[in-house]
């Protein structure tokens, strides 16, 4: 085994990275595109039972974030079963996620059907509401279909992701994947007085680093409670080192998708390239590692008034115009008034060349 293999639900992966369900992962030839860059398990698009009604454009990249309308696979269940699914069986050497939406009602129609192509199921709860009681029974109903394992996608709408997680663990699921996108947002163009890449409801669902840290603590508030049950943790990973965090909080693997649309497709082969040295850089000899590793929480409520360093520093007045509580000044060098510095660590954390410590 390799220091990137991960282990959970008798799957062993090369690697803790795979893509997340969304535009990337849209048919056959996008999903061996993506597996040739060396993913270590392959996710498809939702798949449902109705075919959407998607607006053009409906996909908005910013710096830090993406703006999706899209609701799920614009390609018919049929299709994926006829064509891709067959496709994708014959040459896959990862294990496939197929990701099904929504109801009961289409689990019971579905799963059937998409079992035999499946090593794994995600299913998304987007557009089912907050009854957990719901959800649980279409989890009974989807696991009196297949034996493969169930991973509930948790949105981050739901105020109670513990209850969630237990909710979907008592009727079967092997485990989660959280969180799935943000929302309802919305875009609004000032210039054009206009709302726009939404349909007729004006809203969108946002993804990508902007949600990371609400990911983050999603992973960790569910594993603290439940160790032992399967976490897939996804929103805002772009890098080595954010791979790393999500683990760190309690993921047994991992998934990106809006990083890749807003750098780039071969970010999924950049990232894998750069894991084992980002291991290496945090002292860790392996993912196995990692997710055995427990998080401290060093708590201080002493005040630590930040020590101003000159050679670093370029004097650029950033910490002094940022400072809440107004303790720093700056003539020919960088004051601090111990009074009236609260020990925030605002200036710390947004000095741009460390002067402050």
């Not at 062993?12 to 030839?29: F, K, Q």
């Not at 237990?166 to 919305?186: F, H, K, Q, W, Y």
């Not at 603590?217 to 929103?235: C, L, R, S």
């Not at 509580?325 to 605002?346: N, S, V």
């Amino acid at each position: 085994m390799s220091k990137l293999t991960t282990r959970f639900d008798g799957f062993v992966l090369d690697n803790p990275l795979m893509p997340a369900s969304g535009p990337l992962v849209g048919d056959a030839d996008k999903l061996l595109y993506l597996q040739d860059l060396g993913v270590g398990a392959l996710v498809t698009k939702t798949i449902s039972t109705k075919e959407p009604h998607i607006p053009r454009p409906c996909i908005y990249g910013d710096r830090q974030f993406v703006m999706n309308s899209e609701l799920w696979s614009e390609h018919s269940a049929e299709r994926w079963i006829t064509e891709f699914l067959p496709t994708l069986q014959a040459a896959k050497t990862r294990p496939l996620i197929i990701s099904v939406g929504y109801t009961k009602d289409d689990m019971d129609e579905l799963i059937p059907k998409l079992d035999p192509f499946a090593d794994a199921f995600e299913i998304s709860t987007h557009y089912v509401g907050t009854d957990l009681t719901v959800i649980a029974d279409t989890v009974r109903t989807i696991c009196s279909h297949t034996d493969k394992p169930v991973y509930m996608k948790i949105s981050p709408h739901l105020t109670d992701p513990i209850g969630f997680a237990r909710a979907v663990r008592d009727a079967g699921a092997s485990g989660l994947v959280a969180i799935n996108s943000l929302g309802p947002t919305m875009y609004i163009n000032a210039a054009k007085r206009a709302i726009e890449y939404a349909p007729e409801s004006g809203f969108v669902w946002t993804s990508g680093p902007v949600i990371k840290h609400l990911a983050q603590a999603t992973v960790y508030t569910i594993k603290q409670a439940m160790p032992d049950f399967t976490v897939i943790g996804v929103g805002g990973i772009g890098n080595a080192e954010d791979i790393v965090e999500f683990l760190l909080a309690g993921a047994d693997a991992v998934q990106m998708l809006s990083a890749a649309l807003l750098k780039g497709k071969d970010l999924y082969a950049t990232i894998l390239k750069r894991l084992p040295e980002t291991l290496d850089k945090l002292g860790f000899d392996s993912i196995e590692a990692i997710k055995k590793t427990t998080l401290a929480n060093p708590v201080r409520y002493a005040k630590q008034v930040p020590t101003w360093l000159e050679e670093p520093c370029t004097m650029c007045g950033l910490c002094e115009r940022i400072c809440p509580y107004f303790a720093i000044t700056m003539d020919d060098a960088i004051h601090i008034d111990p009074d009236l510095c609260f020990g925030c660590g605002l200036c710390i954390s947004k000095c741009p060349v460390a002067a402050l410590r």
